[in-house]
């Protein structure tokens, strides 16, 4: 017997193991890398989290409801537990949804976890890229993880809509009608990708078992690849942090992966199943058991998408009926075509290209770590908030009927609203958010300058009443001054100074006139700047 | 949670020793906003006082405990609640028990281990930010000359550039091999062909009432009803009975045969009794609110409103054309029948419609 084996003996067995896994997967170059890596801590950054657990939760539940579920449009009559649909003719689909709600014992309770996780992974992943666009984190080297992000968030609507879809309820089945309609308004190809997709007339056979492979296999599958490249470019870019003291563009300030990471990240998934379990315990959703199988012939009023779909249904709602017969006998439905398949993917594309919109802009090539505060930025600020206003009068479109009723309006005059809303609510909130920012940026410069209002009044002697400044902390002044104030790029210049090889004029003069609607005059305040403090500082003091 | 704040008040003996690159006070006589570096680290209760620290410790361990009654409180649940079971929970009102149960017990069983890894981390875990520092993510210029010539070393050794012959049939043989994949998917479906152009309705198919099963008679529609048809013979249990119905979808009023004003409406129909598709112009919703004053019918997807009185024209929402109307008419028997098919297709529109 060698030393070497008696050694290996008396290590621990975890020790043991991992030294087994190293010689065969190199683990501990990994670790070495991994292991104490460290994480910034802010809340926003958990958003990102709450999508990639719902996402996981969505896995679980979804493996245990196909166990029991059944994607079939063959047609059944109803012998189940639930008495009100007895001898209705429905699809298996239909007959195994309700058997799951109401015959598998905690079937019912999967199933809502897993429709209220996907509302929740959709709702997550919106507010995460929002915080990715208004703090500039999509900045180099982060716009392909932005991309990625962008269609996890696209395919996710899809998976969400092919899932809702399976149940062949009244109303998913009324929604695919919907798409159908879609699909036949592609000019020239339409009835041809319609009859592909339904195997023949809607709504066919093969629909519900097409839209099961798509839901459970392909869209997930695409899905769980991009979430994996997402993350391994999240640990190898390492994360983007807040402006502060200590924080710089070359470092990453926070604690480590093991263990504060590992407990706090661990613990926040169980958080967010905990938080859906419970959801799912106290309300309802989707009771398809209320709604009845589909029929092609019947139709409840209230017939909404799930929200995330909401904008495409406030598109459709609000666009005229422009319907065309073109020479030579085709029909043009553009107030099907425009909304779905110009304006839809128009509202979602502006915001996949705008990292790469805003580098050609600014023609900066360096990385960025360090976070913008949305109000130093106020023209992306206001991009993005005008995207969402954009986006909610579409929601509200999309459920006018609704708004109609519950505030006792015209429906006429709501969809009037939602087209005029379309065109001016961004502009306005554009402004109005932009305006914000500056309003923002002054009281930065002024509480630099002269300090926090302090909220106490002083008397002087002569009776002049006073408030009284406290002046900002190193910290403060720090963090309220880092930030770098943009020059718009000079039609002359542009040449060289950034290193920019394009020399088509026409594009370098509108880069040079989009240059100087995001950073030329009117668009920030300029900072306080060292002199300006001093002399405060030095003149007068601080009262 | 518990007190994670700062104890400004204990005295600096029994702190333990900071890390040397906090708080480093920096020179700010040239730049007054200079970075001041970390801030000193903020201890926690726990970690200057042990008993805090074990009131941390005994609260971990509480939810831990608590998890694990919520889930011996979850199997009970599911072997003794009868799936069927009905409660009343303010102000959730009647629900069944077993979710209730199943959903509030896994739920907590779940949140608890979250809130008591949580807790740990926040209490006991130290909390002492450090820096890690971040490295260049482009290549040194000698790693990507490297790189470059290693790859022009490569592919001049594969002749890729040189072979030209070699290099062109290759792309054309990988563009064209996924051209197999495509013509596969022809299967996916029939061509359209003039499928969507014909219903079930034909010359002489009697109207047959949806919920009675009965064709119906002139006399079994007053003035103001509405009544939904089907063509005769299409039965609930057969097989193509979705895909039938969602084309030959039909709706029956009677107006006053004055109160018709298209020409050609009058002509289609039977004394004062019109038929038309149900199925939406727009994108294929059955349309059913119908208003007998006015005699609008009403999409309730997305609101195309159409006037029966008048050639079922749109009047407002998004649809880009009228409904179909059904020529109808009196057989022998005197049953109301179609006169023939709808004379277009019916439903949404599409490219080939015309």
Redesign the interface.
Same mark, same amino acid.
């Given at each position: 017997m060698s030393t070497a084996t008696d050694n290996r003996r008396k290590a621990p067995a975890g020790e043991r193991i991992a030294d087994w896994a190293d010689g065969r997967l190199g683990i501990y170059s990994l670790a070495k890398a991994n292991m104490r890596? *460290?994480f910034p801590d802010h809340w926003s950054f958990m958003l990102g989290e709450v999508a990639l657990y719902s996402f996981i939760i969505i896995i679980l539940t979804g493996v245990y409801l196909t166990l029991f579920f059944v994607p079939s449009?063959g047609?059944v009559e109803y012998h189940g537990?639930y008495v009100p649909m007895q001898g209705v003719?429905m699809s298996e689909a239909y007959a195994s949804t309700l058997d799951i709600s109401?015959?598998v014992?905690?079937g019912?309770?999967i199933r $809502?976890?897993h429709h209220w996780a996907a509302l929740i992974f959709l709702a997550s992943m919106f507010v995460h890229m929002m915080r990715v666009f208004f703090t500039g984190a999509f900045r180099k =080297?982060r716009e392909i993880n932005w991309l990625f992000g962008f269609l996890l968030f696209v395919l996710g609507m899809f998976t969400g809509f092919t899932g809702y879809s399976l149940p062949d309820d009244l109303l998913s089945g009324?929604g695919v009608?919907?798409m &159908?309609?879609?699909i036949?308004?592609?000019?020239?190809?339409?009835?041809?990708l319609?009859?592909?997709?339904?195997?023949?007339?809607? =709504?066919?056979h093969?629909v519900i078992p097409r839209f099961f492979a798509a839901h459970v296999l392909l869209l997930p599958g695409i899905m769980l690849g991009l979430l994996v490249a997402h993350l391994i470019l999240v640990f190898?870019?390492?994360h983007t942090q807040f402006p502060g003291?200590?924080k710089?563009?070359?470092?990453?300030?926070?604690?480590?992966l093991l =263990?504060?990471?590992m407990?706090?990240a661990?613990?926040?998934?169980?958080?967010?199943?905990?938080?859906?379990? *419970?959801?799912?315990?106290?309300?309802?959703i989707n009771p398809i058991w209320a709604l009845g199988p589909?029929?092609?012939? $019947?139709?409840?009023?209230?017939?909404q998408p799930d929200w995330y779909m909401g904008f495409s249904e406030g598109l459709?709602?609000?666009? =005229?009926?422009? &319907?065309f017969?073109i020479p030579g006998?085709?029909?043009? /439905?553009l107030?099907?075509a425009i909304p779905l398949v110009v304006v839809f993917p128009l509202v979602l594309t502006v915001i996949a290209v705008y990292p790469f919109l805003e580098s050609w802009i600014t023609g900066d090539k360096r &990385?960025h770590?360090i976070l913008d505060r949305p109000r130093n930025a106020p023209t992306r600020t206001g991009i993005g908030a005008a995207w969402i206003s954009w986006y909610l009068v579409m929601l509200l479109g999309g459920g /006018?009927?609704i708004f109609a009723i519950h505030f006792d309006m015209s429906?006429?005059a709501v969809?009037w609203f939602v087209r005029i809303a379309f065109f001016a609510v961004p502009v306005l909130v554009f402004i109005v958010t932009k305006r914000i920012c500056l309003g923002l940026q002054r009281r930065d410069r002024e509480k630099?300058l002269h300090g926090r209002e302090a909220g106490i009044i002083k008397r002087l002697p002569h009776g002049e009443f006073v408030e009284v400044h406290e002046p900002l902390s190193? &910290?403060q002044?720090?963090t309220l001054?880092?930030h770098e104030q943009r020059k718009p790029i000079e039609p002359a210049a542009e040449t060289d100074e950034n290193g920019v090889r394009r020399k088509v004029p026409r594009s370098q003069k509108l880069r040079a006139r989009l240059s100087r609607a995001w950073y030329g005059e009117g668009t920030q305040i300029p900072k306080?700047t060292?002199e300006e403090?001093?002399e405060i $500082?030095s003149g007068h003091g601080h009262h | 949670m518990s007190q994670t704040g700062s104890n400004k008040d204990v005295s600096h003996a029994s702190l333990p020793g900071e890390p040397a690159a906090h708080g480093s006070a920096v020179d700010t006589t040239d730049n007054p906003f200079a970075d001041p570096g970390l801030p000193p680290h903020q201890h926690r209760i726990q970690d200057i006082d042990e008993r805090a620290a074990k009131r941390s410790e005994r609260t971990i361990a509480l939810l831990f405990v608590v998890s694990m009654l919520a889930t011996v409180g979850f199997i009970a649940s599911y072997v003794v609640l009868p799936i069927d079971k009905l409660v009343y929970i303010w102000p959730f009102g009647h629900v069944s028990a077993l979710n209730f149960a199943l959903g509030l017990t896994l739920g907590v069983a779940l949140f608890c281990i979250g809130a008591g890894a949580v807790h740990w981390a926040r209490t006991l875990m130290s909390d002492v930010e450090v820096a890690d520092e971040r490295h260049p993510i482009e290549a040194t210029p000698e790693v990507r000359s490297k790189v470059m010539e290693d790859f022009r070393q490569g592919a001049a050794e594969s002749g890729f550039g040189r072979r030209k012959l070699i290099r062109n049939t290759m792309f054309g043989a990988m563009a064209m091999v996924p051209l197999s994949g495509v013509v596969l998917l022809r299967d996916l479906g029939p061509l359209p062909g003039d499928k969507l152009r014909h219903t079930l309705w034909g010359k002489g198919k009697l109207l047959v009432n949806q919920n009675t099963n009965q064709p119906l008679r002139p006399e079994d529609i007053p003035v103001g009803s509405l009544t939904f048809a089907k063509p005769e013979g299409l039965e609930d249990d057969a097989h193509d009975f979705q895909t039938e119905i969602a084309k030959a979808a039909l709706m029956i009023v009677r107006l006053q045969p004055e109160d018709i004003k298209d020409k050609q409406e009058l002509e289609w129909s039977h004394d004062g009794i019109v038929a038309y598709s149900r199925i939406c112009t727009h994108v294929g919703c059955p349309v059913t609110l119908y208003e007998q004053n006015t005699h609008h019918v009403l999409c309730p997807c997305h609101q195309s409103t159409f006037d029966l009185s008048d050639g079922a024209r749109v009047i407002f929402g998004p649809a880009g054309h009228a409904l179909p109307q059904l020529r109808i008419g009196v057989n022998q028997d005197g049953y109301l029948e179609a006169l023939g098919d709808f004379s277009e297709p019916v439903g949404p529109s599409f490219w080939e419609r015309g």
């Amino acid at each position: 017997m060698s030393t070497a084996t008696d050694n290996r003996r008396k290590a621990p067995a975890g020790e043991r193991i991992a030294d087994w896994a190293d010689g065969r997967l190199g683990i501990y170059s990994l670790a070495k890398a991994n292991m104490r890596k *460290i994480f910034p801590d802010h809340w926003s950054f958990m958003l990102g989290e709450v999508a990639l657990y719902s996402f996981i939760i969505i896995i679980l539940t979804g493996v245990y409801l196909t166990l029991f579920f059944v994607p079939s449009m063959g047609e059944v009559e109803y012998h189940g537990a639930y008495v009100p649909m007895q001898g209705v003719r429905m699809s298996e689909a239909y007959a195994s949804t309700l058997d799951i709600s109401f015959e598998v014992r905690g079937g019912l309770l999967i199933r $809502q976890i897993h429709h209220w996780a996907a509302l929740i992974f959709l709702a997550s992943m919106f507010v995460h890229m929002m915080r990715v666009f208004f703090t500039g984190a999509f900045r180099k =080297p982060r716009e392909i993880n932005w991309l990625f992000g962008f269609l996890l968030f696209v395919l996710g609507m899809f998976t969400g809509f092919t899932g809702y879809s399976l149940p062949d309820d009244l109303l998913s089945g009324t929604g695919v009608r919907f798409m &159908e309609g879609a699909i036949l308004a592609v000019p020239v190809v339409g009835t041809y990708l319609s009859m592909f997709l339904f195997g023949g007339e809607f =709504p066919g056979h093969d629909v519900i078992p097409r839209f099961f492979a798509a839901h459970v296999l392909l869209l997930p599958g695409i899905m769980l690849g991009l979430l994996v490249a997402h993350l391994i470019l999240v640990f190898y870019h390492k994360h983007t942090q807040f402006p502060g003291p200590g924080k710089t563009n070359t470092n990453v300030v926070g604690m480590p992966l093991l =263990p504060v990471y590992m407990a706090k990240a661990g613990g926040f998934f169980f958080l967010v199943f905990g938080v859906i379990a *419970i959801l799912s315990a106290l309300f309802t959703i989707n009771p398809i058991w209320a709604l009845g199988p589909y029929r092609p012939d $019947q139709v409840s009023t209230g017939a909404q998408p799930d929200w995330y779909m909401g904008f495409s249904e406030g598109l459709i709602r609000a666009m =005229p009926a422009w &319907e065309f017969v073109i020479p030579g006998g085709y029909t043009l /439905n553009l107030g099907v075509a425009i909304p779905l398949v110009v304006v839809f993917p128009l509202v979602l594309t502006v915001i996949a290209v705008y990292p790469f919109l805003e580098s050609w802009i600014t023609g900066d090539k360096r &990385e960025h770590h360090i976070l913008d505060r949305p109000r130093n930025a106020p023209t992306r600020t206001g991009i993005g908030a005008a995207w969402i206003s954009w986006y909610l009068v579409m929601l509200l479109g999309g459920g /006018n009927d609704i708004f109609a009723i519950h505030f006792d309006m015209s429906i006429n005059a709501v969809t009037w609203f939602v087209r005029i809303a379309f065109f001016a609510v961004p502009v306005l909130v554009f402004i109005v958010t932009k305006r914000i920012c500056l309003g923002l940026q002054r009281r930065d410069r002024e509480k630099v300058l002269h300090g926090r209002e302090a909220g106490i009044i002083k008397r002087l002697p002569h009776g002049e009443f006073v408030e009284v400044h406290e002046p900002l902390s190193q &910290e403060q002044l720090h963090t309220l001054t880092q930030h770098e104030q943009r020059k718009p790029i000079e039609p002359a210049a542009e040449t060289d100074e950034n290193g920019v090889r394009r020399k088509v004029p026409r594009s370098q003069k509108l880069r040079a006139r989009l240059s100087r609607a995001w950073y030329g005059e009117g668009t920030q305040i300029p900072k306080a700047t060292p002199e300006e403090f001093k002399e405060i $500082q030095s003149g007068h003091g601080h009262h | 949670m518990s007190q994670t704040g700062s104890n400004k008040d204990v005295s600096h003996a029994s702190l333990p020793g900071e890390p040397a690159a906090h708080g480093s006070a920096v020179d700010t006589t040239d730049n007054p906003f200079a970075d001041p570096g970390l801030p000193p680290h903020q201890h926690r209760i726990q970690d200057i006082d042990e008993r805090a620290a074990k009131r941390s410790e005994r609260t971990i361990a509480l939810l831990f405990v608590v998890s694990m009654l919520a889930t011996v409180g979850f199997i009970a649940s599911y072997v003794v609640l009868p799936i069927d079971k009905l409660v009343y929970i303010w102000p959730f009102g009647h629900v069944s028990a077993l979710n209730f149960a199943l959903g509030l017990t896994l739920g907590v069983a779940l949140f608890c281990i979250g809130a008591g890894a949580v807790h740990w981390a926040r209490t006991l875990m130290s909390d002492v930010e450090v820096a890690d520092e971040r490295h260049p993510i482009e290549a040194t210029p000698e790693v990507r000359s490297k790189v470059m010539e290693d790859f022009r070393q490569g592919a001049a050794e594969s002749g890729f550039g040189r072979r030209k012959l070699i290099r062109n049939t290759m792309f054309g043989a990988m563009a064209m091999v996924p051209l197999s994949g495509v013509v596969l998917l022809r299967d996916l479906g029939p061509l359209p062909g003039d499928k969507l152009r014909h219903t079930l309705w034909g010359k002489g198919k009697l109207l047959v009432n949806q919920n009675t099963n009965q064709p119906l008679r002139p006399e079994d529609i007053p003035v103001g009803s509405l009544t939904f048809a089907k063509p005769e013979g299409l039965e609930d249990d057969a097989h193509d009975f979705q895909t039938e119905i969602a084309k030959a979808a039909l709706m029956i009023v009677r107006l006053q045969p004055e109160d018709i004003k298209d020409k050609q409406e009058l002509e289609w129909s039977h004394d004062g009794i019109v038929a038309y598709s149900r199925i939406c112009t727009h994108v294929g919703c059955p349309v059913t609110l119908y208003e007998q004053n006015t005699h609008h019918v009403l999409c309730p997807c997305h609101q195309s409103t159409f006037d029966l009185s008048d050639g079922a024209r749109v009047i407002f929402g998004p649809a880009g054309h009228a409904l179909p109307q059904l020529r109808i008419g009196v057989n022998q028997d005197g049953y109301l029948e179609a006169l023939g098919d709808f004379s277009e297709p019916v439903g949404p529109s599409f490219w080939e419609r015309g």
